[in-house]
């Protein structure tokens, strides 16, 4: 065969494979796609919560089959998209911060978990764990098998196949008072440190690691208090007087005492010590008797009390009694008041921070056993410490000569105890009744004055909208309501309402509008003058001209002739 004919056929074979080898890859690269949408649907979201125990870890080994078995072909880049987007947006952020400046994207997959684990895992101790196991305990709502599966889930979380100094250790952390935090603190330190360096912890062992913490802590203690006393504090002089030095020679002459010598004070650098402060508003700057809200009753500030108060979180009193056997301290008489059951008379220890009536089991016997009600509750004394009820139950007692009801609880003690309830029922019946909102007498009503009476020209706060500036218009006051008036202003073409802060009395128009009325008036008064004085005028000109008439007729009734003047006289008066 010829050597061109092999070299052909060799071509054609290499590239009928090819073309194989291409038809071969498709069918595979689909499978990975349809793969991987496959997993993105059957693999849940991750969101972290460890309240309900939902870590990393569980969601890992709930779903780990996914990615080594169905996602055991798929290639390393895949897995890691595929984890990462199952993360939840909250999650994502927080472990893409962490492993800055490393891409997510970029990491292995076995790298990627070991660092999910380690960030959303329960970082608590086991101490806390176990004491946490230690106290749970099954709600009214929650059912009982459910209640054991949480039991057995939490045991195994805190690991609490505990040894015999383990679980003394646990006694003794969980026992400390709530004061000693910072013991707490030492004692769980040491524990976890030796327990993850694998040596056996001994309850002595931490007692030990606690003592010396504590002599630590009171040796300092006693070195700041050594070196407070010894440091001197430093006051900056003021009014300070300059002593003369005596010499020997004089002093020995003259036998005189050195009188210190005043200076004037530097009084640019002085400071003033006292700082005002108001009681009535509790503004600084002034004294109460120069506060300008005094005066004002609408103005009526909220009280700045001090911080210092004795009695802010201070834990509520409660019946405390001393032991002491010495009789070193002298006791005081408990406040008791006399509580009637029918004819029997028992005295009960006042209380007023006990929300409860107690009486014990010798009272409850006494008044005859009275049937006792179950409650679901328990009392708490001074320091928590829990009062088991046994039952209460209802009775009609007489207290200051009055009948009232109350309920009592039936405590196993030795002391019974008339508390705030019982307080309560007696108080309102002493209390006086109420007088009713309008009494028969007459009230006292004071008659406040308009400030601003109907027409009065005043001034208006007005706020301009284009410009924002506050500007005072002229207007005439129209009629009072109940916290404001109605104003009408000219240049806004309206009626407007403000209220007592928002309007000024226009002093000068006021006075031209009263000279206006006072001018009007003086106009009409002397219209009036002019038309009494013309009517008078008249009546006196007819009653001289009957005078004269009457005498005329009587002159020629008696003969005599008139002179011709007279007659004169009488022609002008007619004319």
């Avoid at 979201?45 to 072909?73: C, P």
């Avoid at 006792?372 to 000569?401: A, C, M, T």
């Avoid at 909102?437 to 301009?464: L, R």
């Avoid at 003086?522 to 009494?532: D, G, K, L, Q, R």
Wanted: glycine content about 4%; hydrophobic content about 35%.
């Amino acid at each position: 065969m010829d050597a061109k004919v092999l070299e052909k056929l060799l071509k054609a074979q290499q590239e009928h494979f090819e073309k194989m080898l291409v038809r071969l890859l498709k069918p595979s690269e689909m499978n990975d796609t349809e793969l991987y949408s496959k997993l993105v649907g059957m693999i849940g979201e991750f969101v972290f919560d460890l309240t309900s125990g939902m870590t990393f870890e569980s969601w890992l080994g709930r779903h780990r089959s996914y990615f080594e078995e169905e996602g055991k072909t798929l290639p390393e880049s895949s897995k890691v998209r595929l984890l990462l987007s199952k993360l939840g947006p909250e999650e994502y952020a927080q472990i893409e911060r962490k492993m800055l400046p490393t891409k997510l994207s970029e990491m292995k997959f076995d790298e990627l978990c070991n660092e999910l684990v380690k960030e959303f895992s329960d970082h608590r101790s086991k101490l806390l764990k176990r004491f946490e196991a230690l106290n749970v305990k099954c709600s009214a709502l929650q059912d009982i098998v459910e209640f054991g599966n949480v039991v057995n889930a939490q045991c195994e979380r805190a690991e609490m196949a505990l040894s015999i100094e383990e679980l003394k250790i646990l006694i003794f952390i969980s026992g400390m008072p709530s004061d000693a935090t910072s013991v707490r603190q030492v004692a769980m330190k040491s524990v976890e440190n030796k327990s993850e360096k694998g040596h056996a912890v001994t309850l002595k062992e931490v007692i030990e690691e606690c003592r010396a913490y504590m002599a630590n802590k009171s040796e300092a203690l006693y070195l700041v208090k050594e070196k407070m006393s010894e440091v001197k504090k430093e006051v900056p002089e003021v009014n300070t007087v300059e002593k003369v030095k005596c010499w020997k020679d004089s002093e020995s002459e003259n036998r005189f005492e050195c009188k210190p010598k005043w200076t004037k004070p530097n009084v640019k650098y002085q400071q003033n010590v006292i700082e005002k402060k108001c009681s009535h508003c509790g503004r600084f700057g002034h004294w109460r008797m120069h506060c300008k809200f005094l005066n004002d009753k609408q103005y009526q500030p909220k009280r700045q009390w001090s911080d210092n108060n004795n009695h802010s979180g201070s834990p509520h009193c409660a019946i405390l009694d001393i032991f002491d056997p010495m009789q070193s301290v002298e006791k005081e008489e408990w406040i008791k008041q006399k509580v009637k059951f029918g004819e029997l008379d028992i005295e009960m220890i006042v209380d007023t921070a006990s929300q409860i009536n107690v009486v014990n089991k010798e009272v409850w016997k006494s008044i005859g056993q009275p049937k006792i009600e179950k409650v679901n509750y328990s009392g708490i004394g001074l320091g928590d410490n829990k009062v088991e009820i046994e039952g209460k139950f209802k009775s009609k007692v007489k207290v200051k000569d009055k009948d009232v009801f109350m309920e009592f609880h039936l405590v196993n003690s030795e002391v019974s105890i008339l508390g705030l309830p019982g307080l309560k029922e007696v108080s309102v019946l002493s209390q006086k009744p109420k007088y009713k909102k309008w009494s028969e007498k007459k009230a006292n009503f004071k008659i406040q004055k308009n400030a601003f009476p109907n027409g009065t020209k005043v001034k208006v706060k007005n706020t301009n909208k284009r410009s924002g500036k506050i500007e005072w218009l002229k207007g005439e006051i129209v009629r009072k309501t109940d916290n404001a008036w109605k104003i009408k202003v000219p240049v806004l073409k309206s009626i407007v309402t403000r209220s007592f802060k928002e309007i000024r009395r226009d002093e000068w128009s006021n006075k031209k509008k009263l000279l206006n009325e006072d001018i009007k008036r003086m106009n009409i008064s002397e219209e009036t003058i002019v038309s009494e004085s013309s009517v008078t005028s008249s009546s006196v000109n007819s009653v001289d001209k009957s005078k004269k008439i009457k005498a005329k007729t009587q002159d020629t009734y008696n003969g005599n002739k008139p002179k011709m003047k007279d007659v004169e006289d009488d022609k002008n008066m007619e004319t």
